[in-house]
Structure formats: C-alpha cells, structure tokens
C-alpha cells in the first residue's frame, strides 16, 4: 500500500489594487473541504501605498486567522491599460510578501488554467467559474467574483499540487 499526504490546507489569492479575493480550502487525499472566503477591499480613495497596507494586512490577517500550509496566487495577465497592470503587479507583490514571510509554500498559475482546471475551458467566463466553484465544493450559495475566483485558485493548486518524493496525495 501507497503512502498518502498528510491533509493540508490552501490559501488561493485573486489579487487585485482594490479587491483582493481570498478563498481556503483543506485538502485531504482527492477529498476537497471548503472552509473560507472573501474580499479583502483597499480603501477607494487612498493612495496606492495605503491599499497596498491595506491589501498586505488583509492578507496576513487571512493566514493567521486560517493557518494554511501553502497558498497559490493567480498570475498577471496582460492587460490594455498599463498602469492598472502596474498596479495590480505591487498588489502581487505585497502578497506574495505576505505569504513568503509566514513561510508558505506559494505557486503561482495562469488565469487560463485556473479557468481550465475548474471549468474545463480556459477561457470561461466568470459566471461559469463562480458555478463551477460552487458545484466543486457543494456551496449552498454562489461567492462572489473574487471570492471564486480565489477559490478557483486553490483548487487549481490542489489539482497540480504533488509532494516531494512522489508520493499520491
């Protein structure tokens, strides 16, 4: 008989300069348990360095309240306008600080294979996401966007994710 892994449990970020997804998921073998989500919202009007505080504590205060053991973040895309590209990369940035400071292990994944993992196309729209989401881990209520899409990235890791010495989760 195979070894298995230990359960854990995954932290996925949606970032945003403004609305930052958070979604929490505890994995144990093939079995997938919802256990949190929301928003992290940076104040409107506030200087990018105040959201991006605001964004980094959110996030820290995610970690601390869920304890998990690994997070997964969605990529940059390319976007048309630069400077919201620009904004969205320190908003990954401060996140990715906060989950390196508290020693998770962190992946990253593309918006395509988030999308294609979750809904069986990579170019799904958020709608099919969110229900998709929802039908995954037998949600009695559809998240919000952002919220999903956190979720989505969770479940992206736990999809791809394979321990070290190739043991099956």
């Known amino acids: 008989m195979g070894l298995r ?3 854990f449990r995954i932290l996925g970020i949606d970032p945003g300069s ?5 979604g929490v998921i505890d994995k144990n073998g093939h079995s997938l348990t919802f256990v949190a989500c929301g928003v992290i919202r940076a104040t ?3 200087s990018l360095p105040a959201r991006l505080r605001e964004i980094y504590d959110g996030v820290s205060e995610v970690i601390v309240t869920h304890q998990p053991a690994k997070a997964a973040v ?5 976007s048309v306008n630069a400077m919201s590209a620009l904004k969205l990369g320190h908003a990954r940035g401060v996140i990715l600080l906060a ?6 292990e962190v992946r990253e994944y593309s918006p395509r294979l988030i999308k294609q993992t979750v809904a069986g196309y990579g170019q799904a729209a958020k709608a099919q996401v969110q229900h998709m989401v929802r039908a995954m881990l037998s949600l009695s209520a559809t998240p919000s966007q952002d919220a999903a899409d956190a979720l989505a990235v969770a479940l992206c890791f736990a999809s791809h994710w394979r321990p070290a010495g190739g043991m099956q989760p």
């Open 5 to 7: 892994a230990a359960p």
């Open 74 to 78: 969605e990529n940059v895309f390319v």
């Open 99 to 104: 989950l390196i400071q508290q020693g998770l």
């Open 44 to 46: 409107p009007r506030a």
């Open 18 to 22: 403004r609305a930052t997804g958070y």
